[in-house]
């Protein structure tokens, strides 16, 4: 199945060039929807945007998980652009490159970078916001940081919109860093190169001030992203300026995005929801 018929968007860009978007990666499997979508590798990273049916006049840049190694760019990507389409976003979902030895670590977050701004040259919407789960969640909280002094920044630092808000889930903001971890003598990342990343951009500690306002969503007995970095990443947002509504829920499995039923973290959509309406989000 061609990839533009797959993904059914409003609008596809490349980030840096202008070639077609056939060849640009690659899916795991030729899935028979895009709900079952996920990228295995990345060759030249693209934008899909989404239409609301009535708009409120604001954007918002859509980070899928994956590890760094793959992208759940149809559960976490798609599906959660569909949902915030329905509130009136502009929704764009990112299919980014990974940390690799050809790339480097620092592919996902230029890439991230370059989006943003694409987003808010063309126009579509008066402001633009982010929402990342797992490590999106991560590279969701990196566009919230500073940019490493230690990297070659393309463009000149690539410039971008300082996101309205953030909304991110169940990512590893810092403890995979060396010295930061929960567990005692963790092992290594693998490839090196996203081991490298997780180290240098830790967004707890690196966020701008002031923050925006954020809505945070994890799970308590996450075993692969612990809890904790939901408190280490609000902690640094409260540090930073910025508002938090932080929601725990005791029991959900990691990567719950917005389809997990029966239990309670399926309503965290309509949290979510509420909140962006008391912040007077929903409303042009």
Known sequence: MALARLFAADLAWPLWDKDPLEGAFELKQSPSTINNAVVCSVARPWVFGYAPVQSNGRAILIMAGGGYIELMVGREGVAVAQWLASLGFHAFVLVHRFPSAETGAQAPIDDARRALRMIEESGIAKSVSICGLSSGGHLAAALLAAYPGTWNAPENGIPMAKPEFAIIGYGPISTNAVGRTIIE????LEPPV????????????QLVDPAPPTFIVYSGNDPIVPVVNAYR????LTKAGGTVELHVFADAPHGFGIDTEGLPVSTWPLLCEAWLRQNGLLVK
Request: hydrophobic share 35%.
């Open 194 to 205: 996203k081991q490298e990343l997780y180290n240098i951009v830790q967004p707890d500690v």
């Open 233 to 236: 990443l609000a902690e640094g």
């Open 185 to 188: 003598n963790k092992a290594p």
